[in-house]
């Protein structure tokens, strides 16, 4: 699955039980100010108080799920993993607690655990579009082609503004070897989002595999006005005017990526340089990557902070 660290907290939202004080008063002020603590933003001191809570009741399926949100704010993925398998067995209907679980197993890559319990969260919450697909993002990474699509339609249905969802089920079409099905997908998904290089950089794709020469070199123009310094559309855009016989619009480009690729190589050289010590080295490398690409803020960056260490 694509989760980044920023992306695995906004998934997992800390759970308030309701409870009100007098209901159970040695347990529910340590439990409510450790939920407090985790929407502070304040994980490692909320999780001690969660611990001392689950001591004292460890039959609270919501100190358990606020235990493993803590323990994944603080990148301890095995203990979040621990603490949301124990919220699950202590209330196995609850859809939140089961995709928190396949959250946390997704990033231990134990994608088969966690397809399993995204699937049971999408049967408890069927409404829930984001259940739908992290099953599919989980599908994928195991090479289920057919499952994945299942479940990114399913997200669709419920969603139908769900950009991701749209992109990855158009990416398997597309490898599928279904490439109209793949376009329809890739033009709903940058008409939700227009600013998405990647999904014009694969249209482009669907449209050269379809011969479509014209429709794809406007889509990768397009990918280009959003990065116009991405090697990866300046190459596939090369292509595309090769094989549609745009000889001088080819040559225009080619140079393009062979310049900002060789400044990229420079800087790696630099950072390398860098890395082991020999500043000179590394200063010569980032300035010839300025010269060929003088937008190459890395370098830059890099160059003044070796400037300023001298």
């Known amino acids: 699955m694509r989760l980044e660290f920023w992306l695995i907290i906004g998934l997992l939202a800390a759970c308030d039980s309701g409870e009100k004080p007098a209901d159970r008063p040695s347990i529910s002020q340590e439990s409510a100010e450790g939920f407090r603590l985790l929407q502070q933003g304040r994980p490692g001191e909320a999780l001690v108080l969660l611990q001392r809570a689950a001591e004292k009741d460890s039959a609270s399926m919501e100190v358990h799920y606020n235990m493993g949100v803590a323990h994944t704010h603080l990148k301890e993925y095995a203990e979040a993993i621990a603490a949301f398998e124990r919220a699950v067995k202590l209330a196995p209907e609850n859809p939140d607690a089961h995709f928190a679980l396949g959250i946390a197993l997704g990033v231990e890559h134990r994608q088969r655990d966690a397809a399993t319990h995204f699937e049971k969260a999408a049967a408890l919450a069927p409404d829930r579009a984001e259940y739908h697909f992290r099953l599919g993002e989980a599908r994928q990474a195991l090479g289920e082609v057919e499952g994945a699509l299942a479940a990114f339609a399913a997200a669709i249905r419920v969603d139908s503004t769900h950009v991701d969802a749209h992109f990855l089920r158009a990416g398997l079409l597309a ?27 694969e249209l482009g794709q669907v449209y050269m595999q379809q011969g479509q020469y014209p429709q794809a070199a406007e889509a ?9 310094r991405n090697t990866h559309t300046l190459y596939l855009l090369s292509q595309v005017y090769l094989l549609s016989g745009q000889p001088d619009e080819r040559a225009e480009v080619l140079s393009t990526f062979q310049r900002l690729s060789a400044a990229q190589r420079h800087f790696k050289q630099g950072a390398l340089y860098a890395e082991r010590g020999a500043i000179d080295e590394a200063r010569k490398a980032l300035k010839e990557a300025l010269v060929l690409d003088p937008d190459h803020a890395k370098a830059r960056e890099k160059l003044e902070q070796l400037d300023k260490e001298r």
């Open 175 to 201: 490898s599928s070897n279904r490439p109209e099905e793949a376009e329809q997908g890739y033009r709903r998904a940058i008409e939700l989002d227009r600013r998405r290089a990647d999904i014009l950089w």
């Open 220 to 228: 990768l123009r397009s990918a280009l006005e959003l990065e116009p």
